[in-house]
């Protein structure tokens, strides 16, 4: 059976993922992400009413053209995780292929609530929910398995497709973590048995958005510890204390959410991503949040809120905002600015449980957003946080694993592949040869 691999978006940066597996006459698609960054560089763009050409042509989405040179048929369009640089394209780009939408119950319902905020186009395409450890035919001869894995976001997977060739295993985006705080641990031991059963992996295509980093990316476990040193010192301090992280971070909220409930606060979550990913996630059962949790998305409802906080004291709440990176519209940001009833005092405190993407939109504006704060009088705690991303020695530990045959590097772009290049080669890999480092918009014939 003939294998080939499209590889359509996020090769040549973090962000806008698309990857297309043909085998035989059946083509799998994984991700159709959004490069965000593409996007807010420029000032009030709203992207729901735009063409895919044109954000095909700003780089914002990958260009998925390239598709028709493949010769078979799309059967299953596959979002590993519900983070916008593996998502966020799908409501541009998915309705152009006859084929469902596969992935886990968060995930998809993230999913269709991009669906439901498109304006120009209309996705109908079913969206169906496989849970980790499940599968699903493709074609006649070749079957989707879903592996459970680690990351940012709750429900993530590593898609693998199996053929008479060998397994594909789709790497992007995990790290191996053994106490997630929310859901099960890495399947490793099913990676264990992927690489020796039947024939093998033929092809892994890995994440390697920390290859340039040496040593583990700590447990989620770490970040939880990290928060709680930093909020029981709080304890007995009497103004306010206001926190922010990745909405999508579920874990992370819970964290906070807890140890805010524990130091005599109640906890508020204020913003819109916020309201919109804690929300699904409680709906959906994955995540147990106190009864009476506040979530305010809408701007006079999260001002409301603020005047309640005001009102009664800052003393007894610690609202969960927005504006980790420093986003101009986000919520921490407006209360920099002084937009929010939320009135700083010298001395208040500010945790950033995240770090800075390190980009350079990012950095000036996150910049812009602690002085701000700082002249209010807030005082910062900075990068609270570990990545969701394997390093090195996380990628040593996939190799020895599933032992691939070929391995593609994705998930960066040049200067990001070379310590992925590095460590591959030293168990064995050779560029050109087994180690396919590529760009955008190209095909890797694996099997003729
Ligand atoms: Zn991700």
């Known amino acids: 059976m003939e294998i080939e691999i499209a590889t359509v978006g996020g090769y040549e940066e973090v962000g806008r993922q698309m990857t297309a597996v043909r085998a035989g006459?059946?083509?799998?698609?994984?991700?159709?992400?959004?490069?965000?960054?593409?996007?807010?560089?420029?000032?009030?763009?709203?992207?729901?009413?735009?063409?895919?050409?044109?954000?095909?042509?700003?780089?914002?989405?990958?260009?998925?053209?390239?598709?028709?040179?493949?010769?078979?048929?799309?059967?299953?369009?596959?979002?590993?995780?519900?983070?916008?640089?593996?998502?966020?394209?799908?409501?541009?780009?998915?309705?152009?292929?006859?084929?469902?939408?596969?992935?886990?119950?968060?995930?998809?319902?993230?999913?269709?609530?991009?669906?439901?905020?498109?304006?120009?186009?209309?996705?109908?395409?079913?969206?169906?929910?496989?849970?980790?450890?499940?599968?699903?035919?493709?074609?006649?001869?070749?079957?989707?398995?879903?592996?459970?894995?680690?990351?940012?976001?709750?429900?993530?997977?590593?898609?693998?497709?199996?053929?008479?060739?060998?397994?594909?295993?789709?790497?992007?985006?995990?790290?191996?973590?053994?106490?997630?705080?929310?859901?099960?641990?890495?399947?490793?031991?099913?990676?264990?048995?992927?690489?020796?059963?039947?024939?093998?992996?033929?092809?892994?295509?890995?994440?390697?958005?920390?290859?340039?980093?040496?040593?583990?990316?700590?447990?989620?476990?770490?970040?939880?510890?990290?928060?709680?040193?930093?909020?029981?010192?709080?304890?007995?301090?009497?103004?306010?204390?206001?926190?922010?992280?990745?909405?999508?971070?579920?874990?992370?909220?819970?964290?906070?959410?807890?140890?805010?409930?524990?130091?005599?606060?109640?906890?508020?979550?204020?913003?819109?991503?916020?309201?919109?990913?804690?929300?699904t996630a409680e709906r959906l059962g994955l995540v147990d949040f106190p009864d009476d949790l506040g979530m305010y998305g809408h701007r006079r409802s999260v001002d409301r809120a603020f005047e309640r906080v005001m009102n009664e004291g800052k003393e007894n709440y610690l609202p969960v905002v927005t504006g980790h990176q420093g986003e101009p519209r986000a919520m921490l940001t407006r209360m920099g600015r002084g937009e929010t009833p939320y009135e700083l005092d010298q001395g208040d405190k500010v945790i950033f449980s995240a770090r800075v993407i390190p980009e350079p939109t990012n950095v000036g504006q996150r910049y812009q957003s602690e002085k701000l704060l700082g002249m209010q009088g807030a005082r910062i705690y900075d990068d609270v946080h570990v990545s969701g991303h394997l390093r090195q020695e996380g990628h040593y530990q996939m190799l020895d694993a599933l032992q691939p045959q070929h391995v593609i590097p994705a998930h960066q772009d040049m200067a990001g592949f070379s310590g992925y290049v590095e460590l591959a080669g030293n168990q064995g890999y050779k560029l050109g040869r087994d180690l396919h480092v590529t760009s955008n918009g190209n095909t890797i014939q694996l099997v003729g």
């Not at 994984?30 to 895919?52: C, Q, Y």
């Not at 780089?59 to 916008?84: K, N």
């Not at 394209?89 to 991009?114: C, G, M, N, Q």
């Open 25 to 279: 006459d059946d083509i799998v698609i994984f991700d159709m992400g959004l490069n965000l960054s593409k996007v807010l560089i420029h000032d009030n763009l709203r992207t729901e009413g735009m063409h895919s050409l044109d954000l095909i042509d700003m780089g914002a989405i990958p260009d998925d053209r390239i598709l028709s040179d493949l010769d078979g048929t799309v059967q299953a369009i596959v979002p590993t995780h519900g983070h916008l640089d593996h998502i966020g394209a799908i409501s541009k780009l998915a309705h152009r292929y006859d084929a469902p939408i596969v992935s886990t119950p968060f995930t998809s319902a993230l999913v269709e609530e991009e669906i439901d905020d498109e304006d120009k186009f209309h996705t109908d395409n079913d969206v169906v929910q496989m849970n980790a450890g499940g599968t699903m035919s493709i074609g006649e001869r070749c079957e989707l398995e879903f592996v459970n894995v680690t990351h940012s976001i709750i429900d993530a997977i590593n898609p693998v497709l199996h053929t008479p060739e060998g397994a594909i295993v789709y790497g992007l985006d995990k790290r191996m973590d053994h106490t997630p705080v929310i859901g099960d641990p890495i399947d490793m031991k099913r990676f264990r048995e992927i690489g020796r059963e039947g024939e093998g992996v033929l092809c892994y295509i890995e994440d390697c958005t920390n290859a340039n980093k040496k040593g583990r990316t700590p447990s989620e476990a770490v970040a939880r510890e990290q928060l709680e040193d930093v909020m029981l010192s709080l304890e007995d301090y009497d103004g306010g204390i206001v926190a922010t992280t990745f909405s999508s971070h579920i874990a992370r909220v819970t964290s906070i959410v807890e140890f805010a409930e524990r130091i005599g606060r109640q906890p508020v979550l204020l913003g819109r991503s916020m309201e919109q990913y804690s929300g």
